[in-house]
C-alpha cells in the first residue's frame, strides 16, 4: 500500500455549519494565521462537533501541525446571539486545561489560544480525525449495508444496536469486505467544504433511530479509516491512562469523556481532548461523589457533556466521581464494537435516555458476542449502574485484555523521549525487534517509523534505532519503501554517525540495495561502502569486508578489481583485521578477478596465511575447492605440489579441527592428488609410449652394438694360436653348466609349487638326489 493510499480518505460530512467553508477574512484575521499556514479542513471534534480541524504548518521551521478553529458565527443559526460567548468561553477554558496537563496520552498543544471577533484557533500536534469522525464513516458503511440487506429495516426500535451482528476480529475487515458496495454510496472527499443539495443529502444522521434529525442537531464529519484489532486493543489502553493520569495526578475528573473527546493522531494513536467541562473530585476520596449540574435543554447543548456518555447517577441524582468518566469510557467501547453506534441515543431528548437506560443492561447483554472475551467483564463492570461495581482507570488498565506485547512495545515508544540512552537502546535492539512481527504493517509507517526516524539524530542510539529500521526494510514491499521509507532514509546515507552506527549500516547494506534504484546505488548507497576502506577505525573497514561479500553482486568488475582487491590485500598484510571476514570476502569477489591477478596477488596471499585457526584453514580450503572447478583461477599442478599441498598437509593433524573441517580438509588433498595423478601421470604415460614407439625402437636396435658391423681389430706383429683345451677342463664346463640349468629348473619349481599351495623345502643345490617338493 503507497503512502498515498495508506491513510484513510476523508469523508463528505458537518452540517451547514461544519460543511460550510471557512470565511477567508475571518481566518486571516486571527493572529494565529501570522505563526501558521493553514489548510484544508481534514476532521472536525470537541462539543457538538464545533472544533473544525485544518491541516497547517508552522512558518518559522515546516513543524506539521493541525489547527483548531472555531467560529463564533457557527453557533449563531443554532442559539441566540447572547449564548455565542458562553461556548465560546467554555472552549476557551477547555484548551487552557490542555494547555496545563501535559501528559504522552493527553492533546499536546502547540501554540495557545489566539482570538479574534469571529474566531478562536489554537494549534496542536498533527491529528488524523477525532474518534466520532472514524465512527461516524463505520456508522455510515454498516446503515447502508443494513439498507441493501434489510430494505431499511437495520435498526432495532430500542436502542441502537444493529441487526446484523459481524465479528469483532477487526474493523478494518468489515471495510475491506463491504468497499466495493460503499464506493457506490459515498465519493471520496475532494475538498474542505461541500455546499449542494445533493451533497447534504448523503451525510448520514449520526441518531439515525429517529430517521430525521433535529434542525438543532450537528452532523459527524465522517473520516474512512480502517482500525485494527491492536489500534483499538491500545487506543482504549491509552484513554484508560489518560484518565488515570486525570484522576488521581490532576485530581479531576473529565465528565465528556466520548468519541467527539478522544483524537487519533497522525501516528495512531488515541489522546484525551475535550477538557471544557473538567471537574475537580472530592479531596479525601476520588471515588465519593460531588454535586455536578444533570444535562438540561434550557443552556446550548454546546456548553454541556454529551448526553448519550453520560453516567446515570449525575444524570439522575446530580452527583458524580472518578467512576462517572469509567462509565462513559465503557459506554465509548461499546460504541466502537457496536460499528459507529452508542447504545444510548437520546437525540438529546432527557425522556429518552431515561426510557434507553431502563434496557442498557440487555443492550449490553447483545453486544458481548461482538466484545472481545477478555473485555467482556470490564464492559459489564464499567455499565453497572451502580458506580461502585466499576473498575478504576487504574484496575481496568492491569486486565488480560491489554496484556499483550505489541502493546506494550506501543505504549513504550509513546514515552521514549521520557527514557535514557540505555534504556532505549535495549528496547531497539531487543524488545522492539522481537515484536515487530506481530505488529500490523500499517503501525509500522505510521505509528513506528516517525519515532525511529527521529531517534537518528541522537548518535547514543543511532546505531540501536537502525535494527528495527533495517528490519522494517527487509520486510517491507518495494512500493511502501520507495514511497514511504526511503524519502526519511534517505538522510542518513549522508549524515554523520557513530562508529557503531557506520557498522549497523554496513553489516545489513545488502538489505537496503536489495530494495534501491540502480540510479540511487551508485549515487548514494555504495559510496558509504567505498569511504569506509578509508576509515581508520579497524571496526568500520571489517564490517566494509563484511559487506562486500553481502553486495558483490551490487559492484561492478572495476570496482572490485581496482578498490576491493587492492584493500583486501593491504588488510591482510596489516594483520588487523579478522582473517576470517578477509577469506570469506576474497572467495566472494575471486570469480570475478582476472586469471593474472589470482596467480600473482591471490595465490600469494593464501599461502601466506596463518592457518591455525580451523575457521581460517575451512574458509582456505573452500577457496581451493573453489579454486580446483575450473581451470581459469589458474591452480597449475605444479602450484598444488609445491606450494598448496605442503601448506594445507600439516594442518590434516591439527587438533582443533572438527570431524566435519577434518573430512572437507582431506577431500580437497585427496582432491589436489587426483588431479596431480591425472595431469602429471598422463604426461608420463605419454612420455613412455613414446620411448617404446617402433620408430625409436628401429633406430635403438640399428646403433646397438650388436648391430654394428666394423672391421676385425688386429694388432700388427700380433700372433694368436688357438689353444687346445684338455678332457678335464671340458668336463668341468660340461659340469658347471648343468649345474646353473638345474638351479633354474629348481626355482621355476619351487615358485610353481609356492602358487598352488604347495610346502617346498628349501633347494640344495650340493644335493641332486633331494626331492624337490613333497605333498603336506
Not at 334 to 344: D, K
Not at 627 to 637: I, N, Q
Not at 740 to 750: F, I, R
Request: aromatic content about 6%.
Amino acid at each position: 500500500m503507497g503512502a498515498r493510499t495508506m491513510f484513510a480518505k476523508f469523508k463528505s460530512g458537518g452540517s451547514a455549519a461544519s460543511a460550510q467553508p471557512v470565511a477567508p477574512n475571518a481566518l486571516e484575521s486571527n493572529p494565529i494565521c501570522n505563526h501558521f499556514k493553514v489548510g484544508k479542513q481534514v476532521a472536525t471534534a470537541g462539543p457538538e462537533n464545533v472544533w473544525r480541524i485544518l491541516e497547517g504548518c508552522r512558518k518559522s521551521d515546516g513543524k506539521e501541525v493541525s489547527i483548531f478553529l472555531f467560529e463564533k458565527r457557527s453557533v449563531e443559526k443554532i442559539h441566540k446571539p447572547k449564548r455565542k460567548e458562553a461556548v465560546a468561553e467554555v472552549l476557551r477554558a477547555g484548551v487552557k486545561h490542555l494547555e496545563r496537563f501535559r501528559h504522552p496520552k493527553i492533546l499536546q498543544v502547540v501554540h495557545p489560544v489566539e482570538e479574534c471577533p469571529e474566531t478562536l484557533a489554537f494549534a496542536s500536534e498533527p491529528v488524523l480525525a477525532s474518534l466520532a469522525n472514524v465512527l461516524a464513516a463505520e456508522e455510515q458503511k454498516q446503515a447502508a449495508l443494513a439498507g441493501q440487506q434489510q430494505q431499511h429495516q437495520g435498526a432495532t426500535s430500542n436502542g441502537g444496536l444493529l441487526n446484523n451482528h459481524h465479528g469483532h476480529q477487526s474493523h478494518g475487515h468489515h471495510h475491506q469486505q463491504h468497499q466495493q458496495q460503499q464506493q457506490q454510496h459515498h465519493q471520496p472527499h475532494q475538498q474542505h467544504h461541500q455546499t449542494s443539495s445533493q451533497q447534504q443529502q448523503q451525510q448520514y444522521h449520526h441518531h439515525h433511530h429517529h430517521h430525521q434529525q433535529q434542525p438543532s442537531s450537528r452532523p459527524v464529519f465522517a473520516k474512512e479509516y480502517d482500525m485494527l484489532d491492536i489500534e483499538i486493543k491500545y487506543g482504549l489502553l491509552q484513554c484508560t491512562e489518560a484518565l488515570s493520569f486525570l484522576h488521581y495526578s490532576c485530581q479531576f475528573m473529565h465528565r465528556n469523556v466520548c468519541p467527539v473527546s478522544i483524537m487519533i493522531t497522525k501516528k495512531g494513536t488515541w489522546k484525551l481532548f475535550g477538557f471544557e467541562f473538567l471537574e475537580k473530585v472530592n479531596e479525601i476520596d476520588a471515588m465519593d461523589p460531588i454535586p455536578l449540574p444533570q444535562w438540561t435543554n434550557r443552556i446550548p447543548k454546546m456548553t454541556q457533556p454529551n448526553l448519550d456518555y453520560i453516567a446515570p447517577e449525575v444524570q439522575q441524582k446530580k452527583v458524580g466521581s472518578i467512576l462517572s468518566d469509567m462509565y462513559s469510557l465503557g459506554m465509548v467501547i461499546c460504541t466502537v464494537f457496536n460499528h459507529g453506534r452508542p447504545l444510548i441515543q437520546a437525540n438529546h431528548n432527557v425522556s429518552d435516555y431515561q426510557k434507553q437506560l431502563e434496557t442498557l443492561d440487555e443492550q449490553v447483554r447483545q453486544l458481548l458476542p461482538r466484545v472481545p472475551v477478555p473485555l467482556h467483564e470490564a464492559v459489564s463492570r464499567l455499565l453497572h449502574k451502580e458506580p461502585r461495581h466499576r473498575p478504576t482507570a487504574q484496575l481496568l488498565s492491569l486486565i488480560k485484555y491489554f496484556s499483550d506485547p505489541s502493546v506494550h512495545a506501543l505504549q513504550f515508544l509513546d514515552v521514549i523521549n521520557m527514557k535514557d540512552p540505555a534504556q532505549k537502546g535495549h528496547f531497539y535492539k531487543n524488545t522492539l525487534k522481537e515484536v515487530l512481527p506481530y505488529i500490523p504493517r500499517k503501525l509500522w509507517y505510521q505509528h513506528i517509523w516517525p519515532y525511529l526516524q527521529h531517534e537518528t539524530l541522537s548518535q547514543e542510539v543511532f546505531a540501536a534505532v537502525l535494527q528495527p529500521m533495517l528490519y522494517i526494510i527487509q520486510n517491507s514491499s518495494l512500493e511502501n519503501y520507495q514511497t514511504i521509507l526511503l524519502p526519511k532514509f534517505r538522510s542518513i546515507f549522508t549524515m554523520p554517525r557513530s562508529t557503531q552506527g557506520t557498522v549497523v549500516l554496513l553489516e545489513n547494506l545488502h538489505v537496503i540495495l536489495e530494495k534501491t534504484t540502480l540510479e540511487d546505488i551508485h549515487r548514494e548507497v555504495l559510496p558509504i561502502l567505498y569511504n569506509s576502506f578509508e576509515s581508520t577505525s579497524i571496526q568500520i573497514q571489517s564490517a566494509a569486508f563484511v559487506a562486500v561479500a553481502n553486495v558483490t553482486d551490487y559492484l561492478d568488475d572495476q570496482a572490485i578489481r581496482r578498490t576491493v582487491l587492492p584493500k583486501l590485500k593491504l588488510a591482510f598484510q596489516h594483520g588487523t583485521t579478522d582473517q576470517r571476514v578477509l577469506m570469506h570476502a576474497l572467495s566472494c569477489i575471486l570469480d570475478r578477478l582476472e586469471k593474472e591477478q589470482i596467480t600473482e596477488e591471490v595465490l600469494p596471499i593464501l599461502w601466506e596465511a596463518k592457518l591455525q585457526e580451523p575457521e581460517i584453514i575451512v574458509r582456505v580450503v573452500g577457496i581451493y575447492r573453489l579454486m580446483l572447478s575450473d581451470k581459469k583461477y589458474g591452480l597449475t599442478v605444479n602450484v598444488m605440489a609445491t606450494r598448496v599441498m605442503p601448506s594445507l598437509l600439516p594442518q590434516t593433524v591439527n587438533r582443533g579441527l572438527t570431524l566435519e573441517h577434518f573430512t572437507s580438509l582431506i577431500e580437497v588433498l585427496q582432491e589436489m592428488l587426483n588431479f596431480i595423478e591425472r595431469n602429471h601421470g598422463n604426461k608420463l604415460k605419454l612420455d613412455n609410449v613414446s620411448l617404446l614407439s617402433p620408430e625409436k625402437r628401429t633406430l635403438r636396435h640399428q646403433y646397438s652394438t650388436d648391430n654394428m658391423h666394423v672391421p676385425a681389430f688386429n694388432i700388427p706383429n700380433l700372433r694368436i694360436e688357438q689353444r687346445k683345451t684338455s678332457s678335464a677342463e671340458d668336463m668341468a664346463r660340461k659340469n658347471s653348466i648343468g649345474s646353473m640349468s638345474m638351479t633354474a629348473s629348481a626355482e621355476n619349481m619351487t615358485r610353481k609349487s609356492s602358487m598352488t599351495g604347495k610346502n617346498c623345502d628349501s633347494f640344495n643345490p650340493s644335493d641332486s638326489s633331494k626331492e624337490i617338493c613333497k605333498d603336506e
